[in-house]
C-alpha cells in the first residue's frame, strides 16, 4: 500500500521553457502533499505544502510565482516551474499524506524528478 | 520548533558486521520520529516510525531503532549489514499535531565486501 508516483522520472529541457511534474497517490487519497527539493549529496529542503482544493502554503525563500503548485484532486498534485534556468536544476521530490479516518503525520514519497535546465 | 543532527554523514562498515547510524533530535513537543532510505537518484523509502508506543520500534529489512528520551537519541541498528544497504539515511522529526517534517542531513552508509 501507500504508492506514491512521479512523472516524469527525468526531463531535460532549455533555458526560459516550462516544465510540469506531476505527483499521484496511486491506493490512497492525500489531502495534503509536499514538494522538496533536493541538491546533490544534500537533504530534502521542503518547499510547498498543497491541500487539495486550496492554495498551497510556500515556505520562506521560495517564489509562489515561479514554483506554480495546483493539487486539484485528492490523488493528483503538479508542480510546474515557470521559466526554468540551470539554478533550478535538482531533484525534485513528492510525498504525499493520507487523509480522513487514517489521518497520520506519515508520509510517503514518490520516487523523485530529476531536472536539467541547459 | 523541531531539529534533527545525524551524528555522522559517512558510515563504512564490511559485509556482516553490525550497523549504528547515530541520530539526536530536538522538539518541543513528544516527536514523531522515523527513518527513511534513499538510494541512488531514488525516492525515499520508509524504514521504521516511532510515535510514543514501544520504545523500540522494527522496521523493515532488518533494521531497528531505539528511542532514547533521556538521550533525546534515536540511533538507527542493523545487526549484519548486506551489500543492498548502501545507500544514504534520513533521521527525520515531526511534532506533535504537525505534519511537517525536518529532516536531518542524511548518513551515506557505505558496506564493504
Known amino acids: 500500500g501507500a504508492v506514491v508516483s512521479q512523472h516524469p522520472s527525468w526531463v531535460i529541457c532549455k533555458s526560459g521553457t516550462s516544465v510540469k511534474i506531476e505527483c499521484r497517490s496511486l491506493?490512497?487519497?492525500?489531502?495534503?502533499m509536499f514538494w522538496y527539493r533536493q541538491f546533490p549529496k544534500q537533504s530534502l529542503m521542503l518547499m510547498a505544502t498543497?491541500?487539495?482544493?486550496?492554495?498551497?502554503?510556500?515556505e520562506q525563500g521560495v517564489e509562489k510565482d515561479k514554483f506554480l503548485i495546483n493539487h486539484a484532486s485528492l490523488t493528483l498534485s503538479t508542480l510546474t516551474v515557470t521559466s526554468a534556468h540551470p539554478e533550478d536544476s535538482s531533484f525534485y521530490i513528492c510525498s504525499a499524506r493520507e487523509g480522513g479516518l487514517a489521518l497520520t503525520d506519515t508520509q510517503y514519497f514518490g520516487p523523485g524528478t530529476r531536472l536539467t535546465v541547459l | 520548533a523541531q531539529s534533527v543532527t545525524q551524528l555522522d554523514s559517512h558510515v563504512s562498515v564490511s559485509e556482516g558486521t553490525p550497523v549504528l547510524l547515530r541520530c539526536n533530535y530536538s522538539s518541543s513537543y513528544s516527536p514523531s520520529l522515523f527513518w527513511y532510505v534513499q538510494h541512488p537518484n531514488k525516492g525515499l523509502q520508509l524504514l521504521l516510525k516511532?510515535?510514543?508506543?514501544?520504545?523500540l520500534v522494527k522496521g523493515i529489512n532488518g533494521f531497528e531503532a531505539e528511542f532514547k528520551k533521556s538521550e533525546t537519541s534515536f540511533h538507527l541498528t542493523k545487526p549484519s549489514a548486506h551489500m543492498s544497504d548502501a545507500a544514504e539515511y534520513f533521521c527525520?522529526?515531526?511534532?506533535?499535531?504537525?505534519?511537517?517534517?525536518?529532516f536531518g542531513k542524511g548518513t551515506k552508509l557505505s558496506v564493504i565486501p
Open positions: 498543497s491541500n487539495e482544493g486550496s492554495k498551497a502554503t510556500y
Open positions: 516511532y510515535t510514543s508506543a514501544a520504545t
Open positions: 491506493d490512497f487519497q492525500a489531502t495534503t
Open positions: 527525520v522529526v515531526a511534532g506533535a499535531g504537525s505534519y511537517q517534517l525536518t
